[in-house]
């Protein structure tokens, strides 16, 4: 499981669905970023009645399960997108902002803490 | 730009910065919805004020491409982290989700509009 | 608390505000929206951690509760903005809506559970 | 329009529509919160493909009119509910913040600009 990722396929898909709908004339950097929060949403609002034990079952009901990778997917499409049309390179951009993460949140001081970096 | 993406590298490194932090007790899939929606929020943020116009040229100014970069990076490691919670393959999710998107606006239909498939 | 809200002062010192500041060329009812979901989601940072038994106890710390009239204010105040700009009544529309809701949900079949209408 | 907003009796029907199908139990702050998110975001979805130009233009269409109506009572409806969970006074908290506002944007500074105040 999730052992690759073919990102060139991916976009490449993404991109030319798009281009077949002529859809590009409303994917602007600002109209995909409200896309990607509605879609995100969509994903908030399977979770939103849920206990936080039964947030952790979702995948054992076949309707809910599908629901779940489908909006995962929708957030995903969305992202890869951006990245496409103003040519950011996921794999630098997580590994960049991980490592700025560890020199915000060290180890050390934040263990078992859920506070915001400036409230240490 | 965007050859490659080595989930496994990134979804272990993730992982792996939660486990150090202890923070494995605050990553219920509800949770983890959440942080998303937040993260999805402050990548719309960057872009709210702007036109459209003006969303292609974020990255010509150096604080802002750093800004997109890091929010976008935000967002897919929330989404990983999902993906790696609930054991969802993210390059199937993505490709089975096209596949129904195609059925529900078929290209001869809906090309140039951006109508919801529910209004044709 | 909340025996009164006079709505005609409220929105006229939003309206106010951004004239003062020549921000009515940015407050298109698109952007607002932007600024709106953006505000509901600093709202949510607030709580994305905590269990659920400890958001009930959030206007106990000095400063969480500060966070949460503010977060809160913004949210309303993009609100407010809105429905000055497309002239929207919102009692009205929460009557409305309510009536709406009421039929579907009848409080007969639904009592007690958390599914969407469309579950039914 | 807008000239006056009963804001006890709205309360008192959100709470009592919730108390009559035994929803109390859902609504806790943390998910209320969500719910919030959730329905900013229907908001902006309806918004996502528009040009700035077309969202002025909304309310002219009668199906579209209904959405914007709704979305803006789903918002107004969670964010009184947690007024009311949370004991909050929408009206204070509103001056609190517009104050707040105005010390962080002096009109005289920011006129015409849309940067955040911390980039003043």
Redesign the interface.
Known sequence: ????????K??N??KT?AE????D??H????I??????E?????????????????E??KDEKTSVA???E??????Y?LR??????????S??????K???EK?P?EL???S?KKYDEY
Do not use: H, T
């Open positions: 499981m999730n052992k690759s990722f073919d990102i060139e991916v976009m898909l993404i669905f077949k709908r002529d859809w004339q409303f602007s950097p600002k109209n970023s409200m896309a990607l929060a509605v995100s949403s969509e994903l908030l609002e399977i979770f939103q009645w849920l206990k936080e034990e039964q947030s952790w979702v995948m779940v990778k489908d995962i997917a929708d957030v995903a499409v992202l951006l990245c496409d049309l103003l040519s950011v390179d996921l794999e951009a997580i590994v960049d902002k991980m700025k993460n560890g949140y180890s934040v263990r078992g859920s």
